[in-house]
Structures are given as structure tokens and as C-alpha cells.
């Protein structure tokens, strides 16, 4: 069984071309299940029937599995699941029907224009780390990029006299986002008089690097913009995406169009992109309530 799911793994690596913290996390889950299976003294994959499924997403529950994370695992599953059809190690998929639980829909939380401006103002430009942070925190901003594509940025995918990157998000997938201006002028500052004097060798053609001159990680970032958070005194809780929800909303607010966000956002379905209006819908009704005489 693990040879199988090892093969699943390698085939999502190869053929599929997912990104590395999505095989992370495929391989967790479908980890778990297997030591299930082995607790049930389940000894193959044929084995591992509708029944065994629905057990084991019972113990998800009781554990106090949240909906969301239950349904991340089940979703695994079923890609799994389909996988041994494919390679006729089943003949019928046991998991087919199984519906994953409802989940109530989090509306992401962003930053004012003011709480973004009052981030965007923290980081100082007298040292070469400051000078970095200010222009990483301005491009998170100006482009909505996830924070795994700005890290994995090299100096090539930064155009900043025509104002756009290139990224690749998840499934590798290409894509060109355009740069504002100002982010653009504080990035050439950044490889002018920060990346200069932080990079230690100069083989590396990350953008962004840490004071060892190797490649700022996402948990890098996290701190960096935790600090700055901390620093401005901006309460909301700050996640490596609130910038990117920002972007987007502000977007939507000022009149540009799903389609286009879409693109900018590089989501696959509009529909993970619809969340935002619902956002803005919600933000209006407030304004509403609190301006209208008889709201």
C-alpha cells in the first residue's frame, strides 16, 4: 500500500507538476488515512472500501476536525481514488459518492486603504534590509501575488521599466501582472542598494533574499510583515495573504472587473474570485446602515 501511494505521489510530481507545499500536503493526509487502514489491519487498497472511508471520516469528526480540514482530506482521497482507477488497481471507486461537509464561507479579512497605506509606511530605507521589506511589502500589495510566488521570484521576472512581473502559481502555471509605478521605483531601489549588499554570491538569481543572501522563505515573510503589523499598530490579524485579499477587494471596489482580477489573481475558477464581491457587497451594506437616515 505504501509503494501504491508513493507511486500517487511521484505521479502528481511528474504528470501533474503540482507545487511543492500542495505535495506536502497531499502526502500528510493520505499518509493518515494509510496508518488508519493499517490500524483496521486493512491490507491492501481493495481492501480499503466505502465502509473504511466512512469510518475514518467519522474519526475526523470526533477529533474536532473542523469542516474544512475534513473536506481538504476527503478531496485528497478522492484524487486518490481516481488515480487507482486509472491504473485498474480497483475496478470501482468506493468513495465516488461521498459527499464532503458543508462549509460555511469565511469571508477573508483586508486592510483599509488607510491600514494599507500605514503598513506599507513602516518599513525604514536606511539599511538594506529596510529597503527590502519596503519593496516587497509594495509589490505584494500592487500586484496580489501569493507569497509563495514573491519568494520564488528571480531578478529576470521583474520588468520595471515596463512595469510588469511574470510568476508562476500553482500547477506552474505562467502568468504576467502588471506593476505599479511606485513598486516598480522601490524594487530598482531594492536591487540598486539593498540586494547589493545582501547577496554573498553571485550565482543566486532569487530577488528577494535574507541577511544570509540566500533566498527569503514564506516563513521569512511571515515575520517580516508580523513586525511591521506589530509596529503600526494595525489590530486586524495579518496573514501572509492579507495583502493579496487587500489588493483584490480594493480592486473591486474602485470598479475593476471580476474577469480581470481573476487573471491578476490567477485563479483557475472565478468562482474562488466571487468570494471578494461578497466582500464588497458586505461593505457596502455597512456604509449603508450607517449613513442612511432610515437604514
Given at each position: ?95 465516488e459518492n461521498i459527499e464532503s461537509p458543508k462549509i460555511s464561507q469565511r469571508l477573508p479579512k483586508v486592510l483599509t486603504p488607510a491600514e494599507v497605506e500605514t503598513l506599507l509606511a513602516q518599513p525604514r530605507s536606511s539599511t538594506p534590509a529596510g529597503v527590502r521589506d519596503k519593496a516587497m511589502l509594495e509589490l505584494l500589495y500592487a500586484t496580489g501575488i501569493r507569497v509563495s ?147
Amino acid at each position: 500500500m505504501q509503494t501504491i501511494l508513493d507511486n500517487y505521489i511521484y505521479y502528481l510530481t511528474i504528470e501533474k507538476g503540482l507545487a511543492e507545499n500542495t505535495l506536502v500536503s497531499y502526502k500528510m493526509d493520505l499518509q493518515k488515512f494509510l496508518s488508519f487502514c493499517q490500524q483496521k489491519q486493512v491490507r491492501s487498497w481493495g481492501s480499503a472500501q466505502k465502509n473504511i472511508i466512512l469510518a475514518y471520516l467519522m474519526q475526523l469528526k470526533q477529533k474536532g476536525l473542523s469542516p474544512a480540514t475534513i473536506s481538504r482530506r476527503l478531496a485528497a482521497l478522492k484524487s486518490f481514488y481516481r488515480f487507482l482507477i486509472h491504473e485498474q488497481i480497483l475496478e470501482v471507486n468506493p468513495i465516488e459518492n461521498i459527499e464532503s461537509p458543508k462549509i460555511s464561507q469565511r469571508l477573508p479579512k483586508v486592510l483599509t486603504p488607510a491600514e494599507v497605506e500605514t503598513l506599507l509606511a513602516q518599513p525604514r530605507s536606511s539599511t538594506p534590509a529596510g529597503v527590502r521589506d519596503k519593496a516587497m511589502l509594495e509589490l505584494l500589495y500592487a500586484t496580489g501575488i501569493r507569497v509563495s510566488e514573491l519568494v520564488d521570484l528571480n531578478i529576470e521576472d521583474i520588468n520595471t521599466k515596463n512595469e510588469f512581473i511574470r510568476c508562476f502559481g500553482k500547477g506552474s502555471k505562467e502568468r504576467i501582472v502588471p506593476l505599479g509605478s511606485v513598486a516598480a521605483q522601490l524594487v530598482e531601489e531594492y536591487l540598486l542598494r539593498g540586494r547589493v549588499k545582501l547577496v554573498k554570491t553571485q550565482q543566486t538569481m532569487a530577488l528577494f533574499l535574507n541577511h544570509h543572501g540566500r533566498r527569503l522563505t514564506r516563513q521569512g515573510f511571515w515575520k517580516i510583515i508580523k513586525k511591521y503589523a506589530r509596529q503600526g499598530n494595525i489590530e486586524k490579524p495579518i496573514t501572509p495573504h492579507t495583502l493579496r485579499h487587500s489588493f483584490a477587494t480594493h480592486l473591486l471596489e474602485n470598479g475593476a472587473d471580476l474577469r480581470s482580477v481573476q487573471e491578476m489573481l490567477g485563479h483557475a475558477d472565478i468562482s474562488t474570485t466571487q468570494i471578494y464581491t461578497h466582500l464588497t457587497n458586505a461593505r457596502l451594506r455597512d456604509v449603508y446602515s450607517k449613513s442612511h437616515p432610515r437604514a
